[in-house]
């Protein structure tokens, strides 16, 4: 069975940080693209990093900067280092994990607010 747990989200106020985990299990870790998504209310879900086995990495344009996505493929692991948070950054993120299948995991809300 295949489960993503993520951690980490909470309230935060502007430019404040927060880091995100995604914990894995059931999956050869190290084969899949990892990816956090963000979905806030009324819109659609949207990629905001990924990153490769190897550790190639990809940013939303609204994010590079200030996010930093890493993974420890020892410990099934994915993060998200948030930094200089924005109202507009307020959603639950999600994490991905992609091969020859997609798994989700049940997402986590990050508030942004003074």
């Known amino acids: 069975q295949v489960t993503l747990v993520e951690s980490g989200g909470g309230l935060v106020q502007p430019g404040g940080s927060l880091r995100l985990s995604c914990s894995a299990s059931?999956?050869?870790?190290?084969?899949?693209?990892m990816g956090w998504y963000r979905q806030a209310p009324g819109k659609q879900r949207e990629l905001v990093a990924a990153i490769l086995s190897a550790g190639n990495t990809n940013y939303a344009d609204s994010v590079k900067g200030r996010f930093t996505i890493s993974r420890d493929n020892t410990k099934n692991q994915v993060y998200l280092q948030m930094n200089s948070l924005k109202p507009e950054d307020t959603a639950v993120y999600y994490c991905?994990?992609?091969?020859?299948?997609?798994?989700w995991g049940q997402g986590t809300q990050v508030t942004v607010s003074s």
């Open positions: 991905r994990a992609s091969l020859n299948e997609d798994y």
């Open positions: 059931g999956i050869f870790f190290g084969l899949y693209l």
